[in-house]
């Protein structure tokens, strides 16, 4: 049986506005999260 995402919560980037879904590796900081990348996260000052 082939894995199948459930309805994960989703979030749109900070900077380049694309949606993103939830991760196991956000799950502690969820809130926190705003950028759907680490290159985002680092060019956040270029918008």
Sequence with gaps: MPH????LPE???KRCGL?????K???KNWEE?????EKC???K???
């Design 33 to 37: 999260v705003v950028y759907c990348s």
């Design 19 to 23: 949606f993103f879904t939830w991760r």
């Design 45 to 47: 000052m270029n918008t």
């Design 25 to 27: 590796k956000w799950e």
């Design 11 to 13: 979030k749109k980037c």
């Design 41 to 43: 996260r680092r060019n």
């Design 4 to 7: 199948q995402k459930k309805n």
